[in-house]
């Protein structure tokens, strides 16, 4: 193509990922500059191809060494690692990114080349080509992997480019970091959207929560309403089943007055089908005739709408309107005739009038629209099996449970948020049962001959040619060529179960029913996959000027267009979001845009903030505090300030690391458990034995109830009921299994997914439980006779492998599916209440104490509950504590009480990051989610795991970051509490934790800023580590503190002095979580006064006009403890009160 002239490449490099959304290249009105966009593709994918060229001719010699470039090698194992939804478009992302591969080990010198690929990347990503977009940006990546973290845009667009491919492992790990590095990002409204969407889909529903409430204070320019923002979150409520707020949810919407038809009718679909399918909405009848109602009306809002029309058949069907459901179904097929769902129904109506050649003819339309339609296969199954022809039935059932079993792992983790009834829950297995039914029959059935009976149904093969399927077929075919490139990509994923189908989702947890095989009561098998819709339409009239003050010259135009959907992906997820947003036009550029070379892209610098390129050499923990504050006088105040790490200076956002590479052997898969004896007193005070904890990561201390003369008595059941019987217990609901198994009862396999209900009751009631639980037991054991029940408490051995397996195998058969309840996170922190069993406590060495100036969390200033408290736990034999590290990588102490024992499994924290791999794989949220690991997928990952057995009166010392779960193999208690070792190790784990969780959106309960600020106030130190992290943390905290008050008072705000209270707790912010720290902004919300972080406060008002702002320390005291923190030369202790 021809050259570019100057003045449209300055309109070109003011291009890039931001635009996303908001300048529609597809309509007509914007052609020139979609030409010039893909000039400048093609001009700088010659330039590129030519930079390549040279360097493989100066670099080798020989044409051997040069490689295709391998995507897998840069953003990691995305394409591996993603589940299964996501393996059609890695091959063809895999295949496009080759294409266009350059050699591995080049590296070129010149910087253009290097951001030339990021600009691609942004100018693929606005022309939709998303593939293409991926790939430049994976280049870009490869040589930026030092300092990507800098380039936001880069971020943004790497992020938008795998959601759009459905990678949504890697979208949500790029926004979440995006999101922490800049939580002021230019399009930072856009990010919590699409992060709330995958979160949904993934029944990460709290998160979901957050993020979608989050996106709605933003003041940005949107390509959304508020409107379709809170439709997202009421239907995340009726995922949950939370119907009662789903339903206020959607009433609320149908009140606003600016509603468009397009949403009011997703609204009353929605309704429409809750009424039909919750039952506590009513009585049936009247439920009934709200669906109708309501589903008419959306139909009357939205014609053209399949789905509502769809719906409405179903509601008739359900109600025997038989011909009702026909011309409901029948308009549904003309306006969306690629709907399998809709055609399963019509078989279904057809097989309940007897007419099985009709339902067999739209049984097989719905499977060749939907191959994975397991529902349609199941009833075809069904029809052929009714009539006799159980070779077809088998076929059938078969290609059934290839799509129940390609479902399994999305539906483990929804099972913790949705309810399934029985005939759901055991469909696989059901089916199972069937196929095995039907090999036996077939294995004895005679060869079929040509004087067999004729059969009443054409086979599979003929159906499959019969007119019908041959017309729509066509007509398949005809539509799927008018689908944009990108939507055709798409494999059958799992979605949140409400309301209408769509044509690629055939796999909802809502209860699904089945056809009976006598003809009587039949009703429909088939998952009520039903997805939420909403026309996303924004007036964006204030575009052209919030777009300037980004250096944006736009100006929008008067005509609304339907632009490509914001989440076409979530087509077959989670809900149609299309957009109407206004053209953009883009105006020429003065010639002040020449200095906007390519160089910018990979500039340390963030739109929104100012340079950090230079921090590590204008910061330094050697500097004092008035070198501080001369130092931030010179950082810009135009822009707020930067995101605040207590980390190193310019490091990457934190992420699981991997594990070790040694290959590990059975026998070091299995290490034996670190233990010590303890024979007196002396033995326990020995500053040996806090070095031998301190040296593993997980350790049991034997014998201390009895070294120490500990009563335990004081923690027993009976104790507790006479002291308080009607203290608050929190109780979890769990199934009983073995320690080193955990199964999906309904698919009859081991999984990660730990499920267990919560409930509150008193120590008096669980204390009649688990007396009660004990006498059954006994009367079970008495009944049956079983010898060697206490086969699990007579063994003093390190490793208790050899023991649970012999005892539990035993007992597995007679505690299937057998309920417990679990006594747990007992609060013993009232020293009025509990003043004889804190004071025992007292006993132990000074390592162990819940309150000790050698433990951290005693300098917190505050209650943290269950860390520098005690939590006592009461259990029955299976009482489960699921999989987890401590809150912040804090060490603890855990003392058995008895009687019973407990048994115990370990990771060491060093292979933290593959345990998190793990459960990713399994679709569970190590953070948020509830997990019990297989112990073969531990070993297969080269991950060793200790296991032992807890005795009463035995410490168990979990040392900082290690992974563990725990189960009760008796009746017994547990105490236990958190402490904080002052060595560098602690500290830097817990710092480092703290720094993930914000990048998780995951609140840290030990607010680490406040406590390092305390721990300069109150020790000395003499660990150079350590030392050196707490002062890194004071540099960078006094450093945001001294940036924000020069921010806020050049916007005219004042700085009250509020101090703080005795015992005040941390100050965290009410929007994100993150902790807050001197500088306090605050806005009264219903009624309440709730602290804001900076960044939220100026999405509520930019101008921090209505804010009110506090300090909370005045900055002279912060300098003097920033200043008097100092490294303690001594030798001996590495500290001193």
Known sequence: MGQISFEEDCLVRELDSRYYGFLDLSNSKNAEIKNLVQQTVTNLQNYISNGQVHEMKNTFDDKNVIQKYDPSNVAGEHMENSSSQNDEDSKILDKETNEKGFNSDENPQDEQYVNALCKLGHLHLLLGEYSEALSAYQKYLRFREKNYWTNHAFMYGIGIAYFKLRCFKWAIKSFQELLYLSPNFTCANEVHLRLGLMLKHCGEFHIALKHLQLSLLYTYPSTFSELQVKFQIAHLYEVQNKHKAAKDGYEFLLNEKNISLELKADVYRQLGWMYHCVECLGEKKEREANALNYLQKSIEAEPKSGQSLYLLGRCYAGINKVHDAFLAYRNSVEKSEGNADTWCSIGVLYQQQN??????????????????????????????????????????????????SFQKSSLLRKKQAIRMKRDTIGLSKGLSQRITFLEGQLSQAPLPSITSKRRTLCSIEEAWNLPISLEMNSRQQQTAQMIPRQNTKQSPIQGPPPPYPHSQLSQSPIPAKRIKEDGSGQQELIQNNVQTSSQLHQNLKDISETLSQRNFNTMPESNKVSEQSVVDTFDDISNDIYKHSETIKLERLSQDALSNNLNEDSRHHEYNGGSTSDLSTTFKIQMDSKQLMAAVKQLPIDEPPVHCTILQVNAPPPSPPDCPPQKLTRDQLLPPTPSVHLENKKNAFSPQLQEFCLKHPIAVVRGLAGALKLDLGLFSTKTLVEANPDHSVEVRTQVHQSPDENWDTSQGKRVWACISHRSHTTIAKYAQYQASSFQDSLKD????????????????????????????????????????????????????????????????????????????????????????????????????????????????????IGPGDCEWFAVPDAYWGGVHNLCEKNNISYLHGSWWPVLEDLYKENIPVYRFIQKPGDLVWVNAGCVHWVQSVGWCNNIAWNVGPLTGRQYSLAIERYEWNKVQAFKSIVPMVHLSWNLARNIKVSDTKLFELIKMCLLQTLKNVLHIQEYVKSKGVEIRFNGRGKNEASHYCGQCEVEVFNVLFIKEQEKRHVVHCLSCALKLSPSLQGIVCLEEYRLSELQRVYDSFTLHRTQGLAYTQ
């Open 355 to 404: 007419q099985p050649t009709d339902a067999l003819q739209a049984y097989i339309c719905a499977v060749q629209l939907d191959k994975d339609h397991k529902a349609a296969w199941t009833n075809l199954g069904i029809l052929y099996e009714s009539c006799g022809q159980l070779r077809d039935a088998y076929a059938c059932y078969l290609n059934a449970t290839k799509q129940i």
């Open 781 to 896: 054991e008495s009944d049956k006779g079983f010898p060697g029940s206490q086969a699990m408490s007579d063994s003093d051995s390190k490793d208790s492998v050899s023991n649970s397996n012999i005892v539990l195998k035993r007992k597995k058969h007679k505690i299937n599916s057998k309920m417990l309840r679990f006594g747990t996170n007992v609060d013993l922190s009232d020293e009025k209440k509990w003043k004889p069993q804190l004071t025992e406590l007292q006993k132990l060495p000074a390592f162990a104490r819940v309150i000790s100036a050698a433990n951290m969390l005693s300098h917190v200033g505050h209650v943290i509950l269950g860390m520098n408290t005690v939590q006592l736990y009461m259990k029955v034999p299976g009482s489960r504590t699921p999989g987890h590290q401590e809150n912040n990588n804090f060490c603890s102490i855990n003392i058995n």
